[in-house]
């Protein structure tokens, strides 16, 4: 009974401990911290500003972002700016009202990717 117990503190030490060092490697990985616009959010088109704001600096080169329109068609987006150097900015035009799909994919300073994707919807203006 007495050594089961220790067992099972051992065990929950050990988790703790992993838990830990895992949250410390995954800071040097690209973490988005903020979007613009933001997640489920609502923006007027057709014109619409894009943002994306990771906690370390990343490598735009190889940066993806890729829309996806209410009809499912893929375009991919032109990356026009990256200042300061954790943002990517891009611009999507011409939107028509709906629900869009930005999936994007960043590449940090520790050569981890990653990815994800942010749904937003357009309104008229
Ligand atoms: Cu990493």
């Known amino acids: 009974?007495?050594?089961?117990r220790r067992i099972l503190l051992a065990f929950l030490f050990f988790?703790?401990?992993a838990s830990l060092l895992l949250g410390a490697s995954a800071f040097a990985h690209a973490v988005l911290l903020e979007s613009s616009p933001?997640?489920?959010s609502s923006i007027p088109g057709p014109d619409v500003p894009l943002r994306l704001h990771v906690n370390v600096r990343?490598?735009?080169?190889r940066t993806r972002l890729?829309?996806?329109d209410p009809d499912g068609s893929l375009q991919t987006l032109e990356i026009s700016?990256?200042?300061p150097p954790n943002t990517i900015s891009a611009k999507a035009r011409g939107l028509r009202p709906g629900?869009?799909?930005?999936?994007?994919?960043?590449l940090a300073s520790d050569g981890h990717i990653t990815r994800?994707?942010?749904s937003f919807t357009v309104v008229k203006p």
């Open 1 to 4: 009974m007495y050594a089961g």
């Open 81 to 83: 700016g990256q200042d």
């Open 116 to 118: 994800g994707e942010i």
């Open 99 to 106: 629900v869009y799909r930005l999936r994007w994919q960043v």
């Open 15 to 17: 988790v703790a401990a």
């Open 58 to 61: 990343i490598d735009a080169a």
């Open 66 to 68: 890729i829309l996806v």
């Open 38 to 40: 933001a997640l489920k």
